[in-house]
């Protein structure tokens, strides 16, 4: 099925540095959520937007959706050993019946580096 | 809040054999339930879609006599495998929806293992 653009795929850096990601899409879509997935577990949301040019914050993190809809970014700051995991980007799209569907980025991969 | 459970965590079954896989909303109700399957390296997979009460909707190339899902009740839903084989093995996740919300929260996970 169809899938956001993700990148970068994978990155290496050092603790404290500052992280950024994005997804870019074709399609415009109603909310944009952001989720974490450690090994062996399943994705824990972080963050979800629901307007364009929304700028939203949790902790470290902030997201913001694009104006047109079709794009969205995470950033970390001052990163941890902890933040090591998989990130996802994720659309909501009404697939019919109100099932709201999301289509998923392929994830960025995150390493930190003590 | 919005905790969602998956069990077992990890079941391993011979080949031909089937297995139950159950996703419970512990303190939400659950009109949507989604079922995924993920690869190693790879992204989630949406397997069916399934509401509280009606039948699961299931995505193309999902064998829907193969993926029993069921949907009884508003904090729970099932996955069944049957006549399990080798190449079923895989993650498979489950998340719900609550009604008039776009998020979904996602299970931990069940690791599934067919020799």
């Known amino acids: 099925g169809q899938q956001l653009n993700q990148s970068p795929q994978s990155m290496f850096i050092q603790e404290g540095e500052d992280v950024s990601m994005n997804c870019t899409s074709s399609s415009i879509f109603n909310t944009w959520l952001w989720y974490k997935q450690d090994p062996g577990e399943g994705p824990v949301l972080l963050i979800a937007l629901y307007k364009a040019g929304e700028l939203t914050s949790n902790g470290r993190l902030t997201a913001q959706f694009g104006i047109t809809r079709k794009d969205s970014f995470l950033n970390i700051s001052a990163s941890i050993p902890s933040d090591v995991g998989i990130y996802f980007c994720a659309g909501v799209r009404d697939s019919g019946a109100g099932s709201y569907q999301l289509t998923f980025g392929k994830g960025t991969k995150l390493s930190v580096i003590p | 809040g919005a905790v969602v459970s998956q069990h077992p965590s990890r079941v391993i079954c011979k080949s031909g054999t089937s297995v139950k896989i159950e996703c419970r909303s512990l303190?939400?109700?659950?009109?949507?339930m989604f079922w995924y399957r993920q690869f190693p390296k790879q992204s989630l997979m949406l397997m069916a879609t399934?509401?509280?009460?009606?039948?699961?909707?299931?995505e193309q190339g999902v064998e829907k006599d193969k993926f029993l899902i069921n949907h009884a009740s508003l904090t729970l839903s099932t996955l069944t495998v049957t006549s399990a084989h080798p190449e079923d093995s895989s993650f498979y996740i489950c998340?719900?929806?609550?009604?008039?919300?776009?998020?979904?929260?996602f299970g931990p996970g069940t690791r599934l293992t067919v020799t």
């Open positions: 399934s509401n509280e009460g009606s039948k699961a909707t299931y």
């Open positions: 998340s719900a929806r609550e009604g008039g919300l776009y998020e979904q929260y």
């Open positions: 303190d939400f109700q659950a009109t949507t």
